[in-house]
């Protein structure tokens, strides 16, 4: 089964910081984007940023330059998503999300396989 | 940034009605846009991607159509099952979501 699966929810206090992961399976995972999306509660969906496992080619919305990395580890199939200094309002749900193909590039296709999401909970 | 603007927010409907859902990008995106649906609690699915291909296993009463800056997606016959939020989503350059438009039992 092709499947992406996600570290549990966290909480933490604003200033510390947080790695979360998404490990994928059931296909050849180092040669598909993999996408970060978020959502605060209640609210729509937003892109974080994208890499490429087999590269580490990583790319981000310019809305979330600098408060966040993206890295992953092709010998465990795993992509990460990583603050250095949390805030409260980086509380949210992420989601990581697989592009459907890599024929046109980063960001160039819907996203077909999501995680089932990790909840961050940050207080300030 | 290329905006995307859904409408309307909310629609109010009954089983078996036919719906649609628009989207509106701020420039020009071909036809490089996809429909998500996002149910209470999961993460999103997606339906439909270059505009207007079903992805695998989606129900043939879901359909897109559109390029450039004007897209529907169409609900032939309302389930119980589409009760749910819609997203748009153009990755022309890059990401960029709708704000969601909530299909609600009328």
């Known amino acids: 089964e092709v499947q992406l699966v996600q570290s549990g929810a966290e909480v933490k206090k604003a200033g510390e910081s947080l790695k979360i992961s998404c490990q994928g399976s059931g296909y050849d995972f180092p040669n598909y984007w993999i996408d970060w999306v978020r959502q605060v509660p209640g609210k729509g969906l937003e892109w974080v940023g994208i890499i490429y496992p087999h590269a580490s080619d990583d790319r981000y919305s310019p809305s979330f330059q600098g408060q966040v990395t993206i890295s992953a580890d092709k010998s465990t199939n795993t992509v990460y998503l990583h603050w250095s200094s949390l805030k409260a309002s980086d509380t949210a749900m992420y989601y990581c999300a697989r592009q459907r193909e890599n024929i046109y590039g980063p960001g160039r296709d819907g996203l077909d396989i999501w995680g089932q999401g990790t909840m961050v909970t940050v207080s300030s | 940034d290329i905006q995307m603007t859904q409408s309307p927010s909310t629609l109010s409907a009954s089983l078996g009605d036919r719906v649609t859902i628009t989207c509106r990008a701020s420039q020009s995106i071909g036809g490089w846009l996809a429909w998500y649906q996002q149910k209470p609690g999961k993460a999103p699915k997606l339906l439909i991607y270059?505009?207007?291909n079903l992805e695998s296993g989606v129900p043939s009463r879901f359909s897109g159509s559109g390029s450039g800056t004007e897209f529907t997606l169409t609900i032939s016959s309302l389930q119980p099952d589409d009760f749910a939020t819609y997203y748009c989503?153009?990755?022309?350059?890059?990401?960029?979501f709708g704000q969601g438009t909530k299909v609600e039992i009328k």
């Open positions: 989503q153009q990755y022309h350059n890059y990401l960029t």
């Open positions: 270059g505009a207007s």
